[in-house]
């Protein structure tokens, strides 16, 4: 992760984004995200995002694994994109972050930006923001949320 690409994603601030039209986005283009994910080992049930209140105030940071449903990561994505979202998607994830993103970028109002790297650069990212690590791993370091990637969903 270059010091360029953390800066610019942090401070991307765009006007509001409009979560029905995230929503809708994604749900247009579930079937090719999905091919992707088969693509990457992890089909997916392909359902309408899952809605979220995340704790805490200001911009987040994102850490999500590669078994994290679409539905849970887009709706993490559409809940924290008003305040500003920095998601490290799993490498083993990255054709469907790419997708995710094509998907959601143009309609995020610039203020949803994903980043690569390993657990030592989300470790880096976690002083920009609350952490919400979405993953069935016990966090490597403090976090803000965590949510797990294949089981019940937590409030």
């Known amino acids: 992760m270059a010091e360029g690409d953390l800066f610019r ?23 090719w995200l999905g091919a992707l994910r088969s693509l990457e080992g992890q089909p997916d049930p392909l359902t309408p995002p899952e809605r979220w209140d995340l704790p805490g105030t200001g911009p987040l940071v994102l850490l999500s694994a590669a078994a994290l449903p679409l539905a849970r990561l887009v709706g993490l994505l559409i809940a ?3 305040r500003g979202v920095l998601w490290k998607p799993a490498p083993s994830a990255a054709a469907s972050a790419h997708g995710v993103i094509r998907v959601l970028g143009p309609v995020s109002g610039g203020r949803v930006a994903m980043l690569h790297g390993d657990h030592r650069s989300g470790q880096r990212l ?8 979405a993953s069935d791993q016990t966090p490597p370091f403090p976090v803000t949320c965590h949510v797990p990637a294949t089981g019940p969903r937590h409030p």
């Open 80 to 82: 924290g994109a008003s």
């Open 9 to 31: 994603a942090r401070d991307a601030r765009g006007p509001l984004p409009d979560p029905a039209q995230m929503a809708a986005r994604y749900l247009d283009s579930r079937a």
């Open 126 to 133: 976690a002083g920009e923001g609350a952490v919400i690590w």
